[in-house]
């Protein structure tokens, strides 16, 4: 059998694998494309630079000619050393095709896909346990009904104190809905960054706000330090805040319960909370705590500029007019200065259950 007839058959066999690849890749793309305000295309383009070269490595592997005749036919020894870099490749390529075929094919499909709107990142969401993704209100994406307000608990507290820790355990434990508020202020900085904007033009980050797409959220990226940075600085305008209520307040009123941490949670997004608690801890003890953590994923990074970034944070985000960083009045107090995360956890299980109202019917 000749090489190009197995590369049909290759192709043919698999192409289920390199459909199923095409749509999670032109979902990837999107959600990329929108998160920097970039064109799909764009965003398409430099993915595509090695299934093309390896799809020409194979073609050029498989067109049984020998490497002599190209490369005398090449003129140029620069030329000709590249033509045995891609024999080389080719080769690979072949010999690894179950692998080769559905890439190539799959980046090709998918790009195609994307730039047809096809396939984008449906929001199963990672923010939310237990959650089948939602709509822009926040509410549950499948009709469920969505006024009733649920059982809420509020979390707020400064940056580094545990209580996104806190919140998610809390969330799996009670099987509650899950959203980390600072995600959707580090999202509206990221695009307003790259989009080039005036971090300090309230009304022009209002707009990028209101415009944001809940598929953007999906950037692992986002949890950087310099999001955190970015986040903060948007965050100080009144028309982001506002145009990001309704969301987290739709969400707080899922029927099965929800877990929202942020600065303003039990202040103003949720006065209401059946549960609010205030997570902190003192600024040495947050700035080491992320000192430690960075230099374990081998960031160079030294305490005191934590320390420093912890202390400027807390100031701009208690300082600020709009929604600062306060414990609400009936808020559970909860400093972890002194608390390894299990403890932490235990202390904020006990709050949970002493609160007076019924959790899920229970
Ligand atoms: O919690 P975080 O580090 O991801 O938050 C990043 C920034 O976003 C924080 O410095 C202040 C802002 N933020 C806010 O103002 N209100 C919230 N509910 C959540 C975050």
Same mark, same amino acid.
């Given at each position: ?22 749509? /999670? ?183 990028? =706000? ?27 305008? =009144? ?42 801890? /003192? ?34 985000? /208690? ?44």
């Amino acid at each position: 059998m000749n090489g190009w007839l197995a590369a049909l058959l290759a192709l043919l066999f698999f192409s289920p694998l390199a459909f199923i690849y095409a749509r /999670s890749f032109a979902g990837r793309v999107q959600a990329g494309a929108s998160a920097r305000g970039r064109s799909v295309a764009a965003t398409a383009l430099p993915k595509l630079v090695w299934p093309l070269v390896l799809g020409l490595a194979l073609a050029l592997r498989l067109s049984g000619s020998d490497l002599a005749d190209w490369q005398a036919a090449a003129g140029s020894r620069t030329l000709a050393t590249l033509l045995s870099l891609l024999w080389f490749l080719g080769s690979l390529a072949a010999i690894l095709f179950f692998v080769t075929i559905p890439f190539v094919l799959g980046r090709l499909l998918g790009t195609l896909f994307a730039c047809m709107g096809k396939f984008s990142a449906t929001r199963d969401d990672p923010l939310s346990f237990g959650a089948r993704g939602f709509k822009r209100d926040g509410s549950e994406a499948d009709g469920q009904e969505s006024g009733r307000m649920g059982f809420t608990v509020a979390i707020d507290g400064p940056a580094a104190a545990g209580k996104g820790t806190i919140a998610q355990r809390l969330a799996a434990h009670y099987g509650f809905a899950y959203l980390d508020t600072g995600l959707l202020y580090r999202a509206i900085g990221r695009v307003a960054h790259e989009r080039g904007l005036d971090l300090d033009d309230a009304a022009a980050m209002g707009e990028v =706000a209101r415009a944001l797409d809940p598929a953007v959220l999906d950037d692992g990226s986002l949890r950087g330090r310099e999001a955190g940075e970015l986040a903060s600085r948007v965050a100080i305008h =009144a028309p982001v805040r506002a145009a990001l209520t309704e969301f987290q307040r739709g969400f707080a009123r899922r029927p099965g319960g929800a877990v929202l941490d942020g600065r303003d949670i039990g202040t103003v997004i949720c006065p209401e909370a059946e549960v609010k608690i205030f997570v902190t801890a /003192s600024a040495e003890v947050r700035a080491r705590r992320r000192t430690d953590e960075l230099l374990a994923k081998g960031r160079a990074v030294d305490y005191e500029t934590i320390l420093a970034e912890v202390r400027a944070r807390d100031e701009r985000d /208690s300082g600020r007019a709009a929604a600062p960083l306060r414990a609400a009045p009936d808020a559970a107090l909860l400093d972890t200065s002194e608390l390894d995360i299990e403890e932490a956890f235990q202390a904020a299980c006990r709050i949970v259950d002493a609160s007076p109202h019924p959790r899920n019917g229970a």
